[in-house]
């Protein structure tokens, strides 16, 4: 297939297993026009192999990629991390590459160099693109489709449905989690800088978060988001010694880990690989009281009745003893949603929500966020690489590398 490369672009619902459709292709079961890759070998470039690789270097203390640097994948950034695995996949020299979603987490620089690499490598090998929604199919590739079931049948037709609207009408449950009234300042950082292994992240950061507040933290890859969500979570030791207060108490003032967390709801899209086990997706909403990877505490009564409360919200009641993990992926994403809400917490942090979803998914969640902001005092800290048109932060705080860590400043 290198001399004459095939190229095919597949728009795929959030309805579809697309782990079983990667796998059909890759098992050479293909039908219809994506048959013409049944006799070929071919890998796959996505979020979730790089997260194997990445699992496999941990667990067998390996360095499988980066040997010349010495250096496991984990500690590259995201685009770092795809640039080198694309070139292990290249090594294999496949007949074909499936790229699903190749530019989900990547600021700008990252996808315009990511793209530059594929147009190249397009004149040499066959490229096999699965996106959520068309615009983000790449401009050469001109055999188009869709799978919106999961019988896997590509259609050629272009569908321009309207993507439905939803509407939360019901008012948001009660909390059972009695919080202070309000507290005055939920994050306050003062000239924090981080530094591994001698290699700066961020420097004299300054932030201050106050109640009611709708922020969005935007940066490059690599510039500290990650690390400046750890330290409002409580998860990162460089936390002690720095100048920062949490909902008004200076840290490191006796405060355990988990006084920290119980205030905060937590969402980031690497939370549904951390559930491998087969929980309800009952049992997923209530493991939010008790900020649990799964439930492993009998709720109680009331507990479980403000769970099916919030599955009302969503519309997801029915789906109650489902496993999660057999949700799809716009489904998973509101319950994940839900419990992070479900302590209806001071503060609730929003890791890239939007990653991977289809337009129709896009629009339900930025709903419930859009409802919380107009319905709810909750703070809300959301993290993206790009504006979402359907969101309107009333605050934005960018970082900005530089050789000596990244700065941060208000955007206007």
Known sequence: MHQNPVHYGIVVSNAVDKNAFIHQILSSRSTGGLSIYNDYEGVLFSDLAIAELIEKEHRHHTIEITTSANRPLRTFSSGERRKLFLEYCLAQNPDYIIFDNPFDHLDQSSRTILYERLFELSNSISILQLVHEEESLLPFIKNRGSVSENSFVVSEKKTATEPKRFKYTSDFPSSLVSFKEAY????????????????????????????????????????????????????????????????????????????????????????????????????????????????????????????????????????????????????????????????????????????????????????????????????????????????APSHIFELIPTEEGSIGRQKL
């Open 184 to 391: 005055e300042t939920h994050i306050k950082f003062h000239k924090v800088s981080v530094i591994y292994e001698e290699q700066p992240i961020v420097k004299n950061i300054s932030w201050e978060v106050k109640q009611g507040e709708f922020w969005q933290l935007v940066g490059p890859n690599g510039s500290g988001k990650s690390t400046l969500l750890s330290l409002i979570t409580g998860d990162n030791p460089k936390a002690f010694g720095q100048d920062i207060t949490l909902f008004d108490r200076k840290k490191g003032s006796g405060e355990s880990i988990w006084d920290i967390k119980k205030k905060i709801g937590y969402f980031s899209t690497n939370l549904s690989e951390l559930f491998k086990r087969n929980h309800t997706v009952e049992q997923m909403v209530l493991s939010g009281f008790f900020d649990s990877i799964g439930l492993y505490a009998k709720p109680s009564g009331m507990q479980q009745q403000k769970a099916l409360q919030w599955l009302d919200i969503i519309e997801m009641r029915h789906l109650k003893n489902s496993y999660f993990n057999r949700l799809s992926l716009g489904q998973q994403r509101l319950v994940l949603i839900v419990r992070a809400l479900i302590k209806q917490p001071p503060l609730l942090i929003l890791d890239e929500p939007f990653e991977g979803l289809d337009p129709e998914n896009t629009i339900l969640v930025s709903q419930l966020i859009n409802t919380l902001v107009e319905k709810t005092e909750i703070t809300i800290i959301y993290v993206s690489h790009t504006i979402e048109k359907t969101l």
